[in-house]
């Protein structure tokens, strides 16, 4: 059995690092999924359909090859307990973005799983759901699963020839959600159920799943730790698979180390590295994979066995701790460490060898360079380009090394470093001085370098990774000066380690004192929230007793208002019962501030002999109150009763004098009886026997009423029938009178008019037409239309009218307006039908001059005068034309 073919990492999703759920869960499937909150889409759906592949053969022929999809089977597996639920990628996973709101939050974890060989296609798919299956009823949530294809990619080889590069990588990606899946029915019965279920019948529960808790929370709870969790995700792996594959296929998650295996592991070159690796590129961890493969064909040739020298690094069996009463078996530390080739030694399982020391001057950071495994290959070695990659390899183990352990420094300074800024916080809180501790904690943290050291590896490795690409470089000097460098780096992280020990314990101090006084602090502050509840009742009983007091105020004002009482001894005796001992409830109070105030150092017998005197006395001060209110509650009720019988009869009465006083008024025995009878006295039979009385008595005035209203009535007929008579006379001489004034109007306004004509017809004799010699239908048009122009400018011209007259007038304005323009056209078609020659020239003309004598008359835009001095320029020039054309004789 070996781990061939084995390989399973986890990763988290999360917004601190800028992922996005839905964008994972898009590429794993091929699919195309819109994040609802961003809108962002996210398209992969190319990863679903055939890639093609344009390649060139060596001969220069293209020709190309069909790569199927990236996506080979994808599925979405439940909890096996929640039943057949309705869930799609694109909601499930909206709903996870939308109920992880911190700027932190982890959004899933995602284990990417290689597939060993001697797996078909059909055992794939049983593989991964049946893993992801067992997960998911694990861990109680949704797992996306999506089996990819290798890649495939295309690389240029030599002049024009392209070829096709594919792995052998059939992997699976297995993304589980941060939150448990529930159905309906769970939801509504689980306590811890989000209250908001999906429209799909599923809900998501308030917290996380179990395997992001911290690994303090799950050692509480009986369940495994990280390490453990993680070693169990690698083992069901393991063991499904071992399941499908033949024997000689089987694999095993453990490393070389923990099988018992005398073989070094490579590193993990990654999906951009490998890549390179397809297309012919090389870097320093390809070299040191190289080397790797060296050393374990050199000990697999000499039968050696590897020495580690890391004291017991790799865990290979669990530790044992109790945790709040439970005894939790996991492993502490990480099992799968780093190593680093100055620190192996390969011994004879039977002697030890004695290592070569070619190069005692040429030691590291290593207290036992003249021990290593290199030395042995580099003593052996006679190709001297070999030694200088195997040099390298070395440089760049102690690199990596180095750089493991300063970021792991590096994180603990943070760590440390957030804790020395919360100091202040914690002495806030629980009232301790830890400003001696933060000093030293300061101090300390000072002395600590780890950023420096760390950007000098990234220039060391950068020069590791210039001698491969160019061994001129890699002397002897260049490797001296770059080694004494490194074990200077290596001193420097010694000294942190030593400050670190001492820094360490410190901080944990200040951390388990400050946890230890929150723990103190716990239940005073419990009984102070129990406390809380009883002023929370005592500010209840306060809005109360104000409320009841308006209520007392309005029950008595009603039973006064229905003359029911007027005692103000029993108002102000049940008043009393709505007051509250304000001094005492401010110093209850006070007292509650003052415990509140107490920081957790301050807490002691006397502060809890405080708080519970002072949760007795809100307790009797509560029940006292509940009393008054009680007896106040009681008496407003009654009061409210009576007001509610006796209100209707009391009204009753008030409504029967309102309606009827007058009525009542005139029996004094009947009056008297009303008003004078008590509140209390009031009932049903009483008030229908005022009402009958009043009834009867009503009865007795309105005969009275109508007799005397039969004689006013036939009076005021009377006078109404004469007032009529009068009106209608009246109104018969106004209408008379009225039609003999308009009857004048229109005879003068006539007479005015006949004079005008008159006057016009005389006006015209004078301007004399008919001495025009031309033909008589031309004489009378001109004639005509002169006087209508005369009329025109007479109605137009006079104001003193009334006003009858004065719509006559406008009325015969408008007349004559449209007499002018049909007389003005048929002078002009009169003047139409003469022939064109002198005689009508002079006819114009003739008219053209008596016409200036007359009002303006217009024709379109121009004047009439201005439109017949227009025709006889037209006339003259007909005739001259015609003059011109037979102005010589005609040839023969």
């Known amino acids: 059995m070996s781990n061939k073919g084995f390989h399973l990492s986890v990763s988290a999703i999360s917004k601190a690092k800028n992922h996005s759920v839905l964008a994972k869960s898009a590429y794993n499937s091929g699919s195309k999924l819109i994040d609802e909150q961003s809108g962002e889409v996210n398209d992969y759906t190319n990863k679903t359909k055939d890639k093609v592949l344009n390649l060139v053969d060596s001969d220069g022929i293209k020709y190309t090859q069909v790569i199927e999809k990236n996506v080979m089977h994808t599925a979405l597996i439940t909890p096996t307990i929640a039943g057949d639920l309705a869930v799609t990628r694109e909601s499930f996973w909206n709903d996870i973005e939308r109920v992880e709101t911190r700027k932190n939050a982890q959004l899933g974890t995602e284990i990417d799983v290689m597939f060993p060989e001697g797996i078909t296609a059909d055992q794939r798919m049983v593989l991964a759901e049946r893993y992801a299956q067992i997960l998911s009823d694990r861990y109680n949530v949704l797992v996306d699963v999506a089996i990819h294809r290798p890649h495939s990619h295309e690389k240029h080889v030599g002049k024009g020839e392209v070829v096709e590069l594919t792995s052998i990588n059939f992997h699976a990606h297995i993304l589980l959600s941060s939150r448990e899946i529930l159905s309906d029915a769970d939801a509504d019965a689980d306590a811890d159920a989000d209250a908001d279920a999906d429209a799909d019948g599923y809900a998501l529960s308030k917290r996380k799943n179990w395997l992001q808790w911290s690994t303090g929370e799950r050692l509480s709870k009986g369940l495994n730790g990280r390490g453990d969790e993680l070693k169990y995700q690698r083992t069901l792996w393991a063991d499904i698979a071992n399941e499908l594959l033949p024997e000689n296929k089987v694999i095993n998650e453990k490393s070389y180390r923990e099988q018992g295996i005398n073989r070094l592991p490579k590193m993990k070159l990654g999906k951009s590295l490998y890549k390179d690796v397809l297309k012919g590129k090389r870097s320093v961890i390809h070299e040191y994979n190289e080397t790797i493969d060296e050393i374990n064909a050199y000990i697999e040739k000499n039968g050696l066995v590897i020495e580690y020298h890391d004291k017991g690094r790799i865990d290979l069996e669990s530790n044992a701790q109790e945790d709040n009463g439970v005894t939790v078996h996991y492993k502490k530390r990480k099992p799968f460490a780093r190593l680093e080739l100055s620190n192996i ?107 420096e050291q760390s950007e000098a590896l990234k220039v060391a490795l950068a020069l590791v990774e210039k001698f491969r690409q160019d061994d001129t470089l890699q002397t002897g000097r260049a490797v001296t000066s770059l080694e004494k460098q490194l074990s200077q780096i290596d001193k420097i992280v010694l000294n942190n380690k030593a400050v670190l020990k001492k820094l360490i314990p410190l901080n944990n101090e200040v951390i388990a004192d400050h946890k230890g006084l929150k723990a103190t602090l716990k239940p005073f502050a419990t009984k102070l929230n129990k406390l809380a509840t009883g002023f929370k009742a005592l500010d209840e009983i306060d809005i109360e007793k104000s409320d009841l007091s308006l209520q007392w105020d309005q029950a008595f004002a009603d039973l006064q208002e229905i003359d029911v009482t007027n005692n103000m001894d029993t108002y102000h005796k049940f008043a009393a019962f709505a007051d509250l001992d304000v001094e005492r409830f401010k110093y209850f109070r006070e007292e509650r501030e003052a415990l509140s105030t107490l920081k957790a150092v301050e807490i002691d017998a006397d502060a809890d002999t405080r708080l519970t005197a002072l949760a007795a006395d809100v307790k009797a001060f509560k029940t006292a109150n509940n009393e008054d209110i009680q007896q106040l509650k009681q008496q407003i009720t009654t009061s409210e009763k009576t007001y509610q019988r006796l209100s209707p009869f009391y009204e009753q009465r008030r409504e029967l004098l309102d309606q009827s006083g007058a009525v009542i008024s005139q029996d004094d025995e009947l009056y008297d009886e009303i008003v004078s009878t008590k509140t209390t006295q009031l009932n049903a039979a009483r008030l229908d026997e005022w009402r009958t009385r009043t009834i009867a008595l009503h009865q007795q005035l309105i005969k009275a009423h109508e007799q005397a209203e039969l004689e006013n009535k036939a009076k005021l007929e009377r006078e109404a029938a004469d007032k009529r008579r009068q009106a209608q006379q009246q109104k018969e001489q106004e209408q008379a009178a009225l039609a003999r004034t308009r009857l004048a109007e229109t005879e003068a306004y006539q007479d005015r008019f006949d004079n005008v004509v008159v006057r016009v017809k005389r006006h015209v004799d004078e301007i004399d037409f008919k001495v025009i010699d031309t033909a008589a239908t031309v004489i009378a048009a001109a004639e005509k239309l002169a006087a209508e122009a005369f009329i025109l400018e007479a109605l137009q011209q006079t104001d003193d009218f009334t006003g009858l007259q004065q719509r006559l007038r406008d009325t015969d304005e408008k007349r004559v307006v449209i007499d002018v323009e049909q007389s003005t056209q048929t002078l002009l078609q009169a003047l139409r039908t003469l022939p064109d020659d002198r005689h009508k020239m002079d006819a114009i003309n003739a008219l053209n001059k008596r016409f200036e004598r007359v009002p303006d008359i217009h024709v379109d835009t121009k004047t009439l005068t201005q439109t017949l001095s227009t025709q006889v320029l037209e006339v003259e020039n007909d005739i001259q034309a015609k003059t011109r054309r037979y102005s010589s004789p005609r040839p023969f």
């Open 345 to 451: 030694r390969l011994v004879d399982p039977a002697v030890e060898l004695t290592p070569a020391t070619l190069k005692k001057d040429s030691q590291t950071h290593s207290d036992v360079a003249n021990d290593h495994a290199l030395d042995d290959l580099l003593a052996i070695s006679d190709d001297f380009e070999q030694q200088k990659k195997m040099v390298r390899s070395a440089l760049f183990s102690t690199i990596d090394t180095l750089h493991e352990e300063l970021a792991h420094q590096s994180k603990q300074t943070i760590t440390i470093d957030k804790n020395i800024k919360n100091t202040s916080q914690f002495t806030e809180e629980v009232g301790q001085d830890y400003s001696t501790s933060r000093q030293k904690m300061i101090e300390l943290a000072k002395q600590i370098n780890t950023k």
